[in-house]
């Protein structure tokens, strides 16, 4: 919902994460705002031009278990070689305008995930894979808060859209994204989102769909998938 602007109070709301790689260990966390109380040092262009974003469909929630796995990957998605751990600096995503530093986030006292405390930058969170290294890396950024925020504009990624990571080794990876779906906050697929899988991956958390001003939050998460096609150079 583009018109209505988060509150100041916490919005990426009682997302359970469920660790499921070995850099991840096995405890049950919560995005726990969509808001902040200071702005960025480092805002990225947001442009209010939006494109056709493509519709979610539903998404079957795999079981928890070891094992790797896999989730719904385009046809022209070349996977690359996963990269050595190197720690994440920068997100660039050209087609929605997005060129933001990232902070690190951690866990609260409560279990729940660390949230930026502005509308920018985006945040990595350091419990999990690198972006590049094997497994699902999170990163988590708001919709807005006071304004758009640094994921304004998520909605509109389209499957083969292109997200770079710039990291402390000099890398920049390329990931192509693969779908970006919406989910209900109490219907969360923390199996299929955080679970293991058999390459690296990335996966970019919002707030989306109806904003509830009797609660302050918006009702679902958006998550935009995307794999590791390009090696660094």
């Known amino acids: 919902m583009r018109s209505r602007l988060a509150s100041s109070r916490p919005d990426l709301a009682h997302v359970p994460v469920m660790a499921g790689v070995a850099a991840l260990a096995a405890v049950t966390v919560a995005i726990t705002g969509c808001s902040g109380q200071t702005s960025a ?13 493509p519709s979610p469909s539903p998404l079957p929630v795999p079981s928890s278990t070891s ?4 989730s ?4 022209h998605v ?16 050209a087609a929605i305008g997005v060129d933001s530093a990232l ?3 951690g866990l609260q006292a409560d279990g729940s995930l660390q949230v930026p405390p502005g509308g920018f930058p985006a945040g990595w969170y350091t419990g999990g894979p690198t972006p590049g290294e094997l497994g699902p890396a999170i990163i988590a950024g708001h919709i807005d808060m006071n304004g758009p925020g640094v994921f304004f504009r998520l909605r509109d990624l389209l499957p083969g ?8 080794d000099g890398s920049k990876p390329v990931f192509r994204v693969t779908r970006v779906s919406q989910f209900p906050k109490d219907r969360f697929p923390a199996s299929l989102v955080y679970g293991n899988i058999d390459r690296a991956g990335l996966r970019l958390i919002t ?9 302050g ?3 679902d998460n958006l998550v935009a998938f995307a794999d590791l096609v390009t090696p660094p150079r």
Do not use: F, W
């Not at 094992?67 to 896999?70: A, D, I, K, M, N």
């Not at 719904?72 to 046809?75: A, G, K, V, W």
């Not at 989306?208 to 001003?213: F, L, M």
């Open 41 to 53: 040092t480092v805002a990225p262009s947001v442009s209010t031009t939006s494109r056709a974003a």
């Open 67 to 70: 094992r790797p796995v896999p």
């Open 72 to 75: 719904p990957t385009s046809p």
């Open 78 to 93: 070349v996977k690359a070689a996963h990269l050595a751990r190197s720690l994440p600096v920068r997100l660039q995503i």
């Open 103 to 105: 902070m690190h986030l």
């Open 161 to 168: 859209d292109h997200v770079t990571i710039t990291r402390a």
């Open 207 to 215: 707030c989306g769909g109806s904003y509830n001003s009797r609660t």
């Open 217 to 219: 939050h918006y009702e």
